[in-house]
């Protein structure tokens, strides 16, 4: 069978470094108030000449590098994005042409956070159901772009980046030991819409509006989503917790991480946590993390990953893959 295998990865992150200090003169907020609830100590806020399409275009060429691959060995271009550059057309598009690419089909992904784990799935779709032979899966977001910075509960958490892997269909034999994606699992519930959400858009206000957050409520919910996802993309790869070798989440909060982690049986140990240095770039933090991981060593070929997400709407996914 047809198996879309990961063949490169890469990043790319906005030059200024906002840390909890500058924070601190900002809003009333405190370094040991932010790290103490969030983890996060510091994340990166894209200046004026840097965009969710410049970002993700770096990215883009750098997972392209690390494959060793050019534009013109892509047939699509999936990006997920909240804060896209248009309201249309699509920044993907916009990524095809920075790239020179005026082959292939390019579309943007909107599930916030699990937009990220959205696209890996719908890529993997299109390869495995024959309409592309390498996919260029893009995660890139300009959140401090759509932040109250007058609020100190979300102003603390978000920050700027992109990601990118390439993912190449491969044929392999069908069994849980073969390289690429093994199973992915979605869920999405609309019922939740006022915990995370941005107050505007063109439908409604005609403008682009600033994120807001029941800050406690995504949290009570949080845990016993991402343990559903991930229990149903384990079963569905033949897999269980012990499998794993390393478990890459969303990079929302470190305490949800822990919670979760620990919930599912994961140890420390093989959990993948950037949230520290990044805070929670949306669809952004899943392949930064990812890109991260496999720059220093940890991921390599072989191993078995888990990718899991949560966002607004709500929306939640995981992704099993092995290296």
Same mark, same amino acid.
């Given at each position: 069978m047809i198996r879309s295998q990961v063949r490169g990865v890469g990043s790319a992150l906005p030059r200024r470094v906002l840390t909890n200090a500058e924070l601190?003169?900002?809003?009333?907020t405190s370094d040991e108030w932010i790290v103490q609830r969030t983890?996060?100590?510091?994340?990166?806020?894209?200046?004026?000449?840097?965009?969710?399409?410049? #970002?993700g275009e770096a990215a883009a060429r750098a997972a392209l590098a690390n494959a060793g691959l050019t534009p013109a060995d892509?047939? #699509?271009? $999936?990006?997920?994005?909240?804060?896209?550059n248009n309201t249309f057309p699509a920044t993907a598009v916009e990524i095809q042409?920075? #790239?020179?690419?005026?082959?292939? &089909?390019? &579309?943007d992904l909107q599930a916030v956070c699990s937009g990220f784990v959205y696209a890996v799935s719908v890529a993997d779709l299109h390869i495995r159901g024959g309409m592309a032979k390498r996919v260029l899966v893009i995660g890139a977001e300009t959140f401090s772009r759509i932040l109250d910075w007058s609020d100190r509960t979300t102003c603390v958490l978000f920050?700027?980046?992109?990601?990118?892997?390439? #993912?190449?269909? $491969?044929?392999m034999h069908g069994t849980g030991a073969d390289t690429g994606i093994l199973s992915s699992a979605l869920r999405s519930d609309g019922a939740h819409k006022d915990k995370?959400? $941005?107050?505007?858009?063109?439908?409604?206000?005609?403008?682009?509006?600033?994120?807001?957050?029941?800050g406690k409520?995504? &949290?009570k919910h949080a845990v016993g989503m991402i343990t559903d996802v991930v229990t149903s993309a384990l079963a569905a790869g033949g897999a269980t917790a012990d499998d794993l070798d390393w478990f890459v989440p969303h990079q929302a909060n470190l305490r949800i991480i822990d919670a979760s982690a620990k919930k599912m049986g994961i140890a420390p140990s093989k959990v993948?946590?950037?949230?520290?240095?990044?805070?929670?770039?949306?669809?952004?933090? $899943?392949?930064l993390a990812l890109s991260v991981a496999v720059a220093d060593g940890r991921i390599k070929k072989g191993d078995l990953v888990l990718l899991e997400a949560m966002g607004g709407g709500f929306t939640w996914g995981a992704v099993l893959l092995r290296w």
């Open positions: 601190s003169q900002m809003v009333d983890g996060i100590r510091q994340r990166h806020i894209a200046s004026d000449d840097e965009t969710t399409a410049s #970002l892509i047939d #699509l271009i $999936v990006l997920a994005t909240s804060t896209p042409n920075r #790239l020179g690419m005026h082959h292939g &089909f390019a &579309f920050g700027d980046g992109a990601g990118a892997i390439v #993912l190449e269909a $491969v044929e995370l959400y $941005v107050d505007g858009g063109p439908s409604t206000t005609g403008t682009v509006g600033h994120l807001r957050m029941e409520e995504v &949290f993948v946590a950037t949230v520290s240095d990044h805070g929670n770039t949306s669809a952004a933090s $899943v392949p």
